[in-house]
DNA sequence: CGCGTCATTGATGTGCATCAAGTGGTGTGG
DNA sequence: CCACACCACTTGATGCACATCAATGACGCG
C-alpha cells in the first residue's frame, strides 16, 4: 500500500481487507464462469492462474505470490474467466470490488493504486507476449527464472536461490512449452554451469548468465 | 460511454475529450520511454501497439480501431512502455488522466467504465496468451480474422469481409509466425474454399469452417 | 514507366513436439 | 519399516510444423 494517509483512511482501508480466506494446495479461489465479487491480495503462498479453450487445453496465465492481486479479468463482465489455483496452502485478503470502488472515490492515492495495479498487469502481459511470440525455449525459461527469482528477492528471499512452486508442466504451459522441453532446457543450463537444480530447488550460478541468454539474439548465422 | 448521466455529467466528460490529434499512416501516437499523460480514444483510423526487446525484435501487441482505447500501459510507470503507430491516417481524442481520474472520483459510472476497459484488456491478453502458447498456425490465423470481422461487425461493417490495415508480417508479429507462415495459412484457406483473399482484402465465405478451425483439436492420433 | 514495398510460392533446415522407456522421490498401507 | 504404487521428472529416438533462404510476382506511387 501506497504512503501519505491519514490514520482515517488507512483504518477504511483495512475494513476492506478484513475478511480473509483460506485455500489449501490445490484449491481454487475462483473458477472461469463464477460470477465476480472481490479481488484477493495474497497474504501467504502462491497461485497460478489459467485459462482454457472449449476444448480442453489450457495455458497458465501468471504465477502470483505474497503481496501480488488476483481477480482483475472479472471485473469487465462480471465473472471470472479464469482459473485461480493454489500451489500450496494459501491465504488471502477478500477485497469486496464494490468497496474499493467506493472508497477509491474518496481516497485518492487508493484510486491511484488501483489504476497502477491493473496498468502493471497489462505491462506484464505485453512481457508474456514478447516471450511467448518471439523467444526460444532456453530464452523463455531463462527469463522465467529471472523474473521469478527477482520478485522473491524483492520480498527478501534469495537473489540466487528459489524453491518452484510449480511442476514443469506447468512451467511448460505458462511459458508454451511441453514439460520435456523446460526438463531438457534445466539440464542444459546445469551442464553449462549456470544453475544447479534438484528437483524444484534452483540455485542461479550465474545471473549475468541468464541475462545473456535473455537478451542476446540467437546467435546463429 | 456508458448510460445514466445528467447533462452535467455528459459536459464535464466531454471537457476531457476536447483536444484531439491527429496521427498520419506511420506516424506514432506515443512511443516506448515517453512520459505518460493522457489516454486515447481512438475517432478514426487504425492502430498497432508494439513492444520490443533490447536486441531489436519486436512483438505487436495489438491492432486497435475506433472506439478503442490506448495508453493503459503507461499508467503504471508514468512513462511508456510500448509504441502505438497509426495503420491509416487517424484521429485520437487526448484525454489527460489527471483529469480521468479527477472526474471518476466523481462520476461513478465513468469510474466504473475505466475499470471496465482496463479489466477488458488483460482478459483480451489472457486470450491472446493463450493463443500464442498453445495454438497451431491455422487455429491462430482463424482466430484472428474472427476476432477482428467481429469487432468491424460491432462496428457496422459487414460480417463477411474486411480490409486488412495492416501487413502479413505485422500480422505474423501479433500471432508470433513468420510472414511467409500467415501467407501460406491464407493460401491453404483459399484452397479449402473458407476465404476469399485478393491483397489485403479478405471474404470470409464460411464463418462456421473458421470456428471449427479454433474450436477442433489439431486432428491428431 | 520504373522502382520499392508487400505478397506468394518453393526448397530446405531445425527447434521443439511427440512417443517411449526408465529413474527417483514420496506417500500409503500392510 | 518395508513394499508397492504413483507421480514428477529425465533422457533418448523420431517426426513434423514452422522457420529460413531464395526467387518471382503484383501493386502502388513518384
Redesign the interface.
Known sequence: MPLGLNDDQLKRIDDIVATRRKVKRGGTLFRNGESFTSLYAIRTGFFKTC?A???????V?GFQMAGEVIG??????DHH??DAVALEDAEVCVMPFDRI?EL???V?AL??H???I??????R??????L???MRAEERLAAFLLNLVQRLHARGFSQSELVLRMTREEIG????LKLETVSRTFSKFVEEGIVEVKQRHVRILSTDALKGIV???QACH
Chains 1, 2 share one sequence.
Open positions: 485459462v479453450t472449449e476444448d480442453g487445453r489450457d495455458q496465465t482483475l479479468d472479472g471485473i469487465v463482465n474467466t479464469c470502488e477509491s472515490r474518496e485518492t484510486q491511484s488501483v489504476h497502477k491493473m496498468s502493471r498487469e497489462i505491462v502481459e505485453h512481457g508474456v507476449m514478447l511467448l511470440g518471439s504451459s505458462y511459458l508454451g537478451n542476446n539474439q
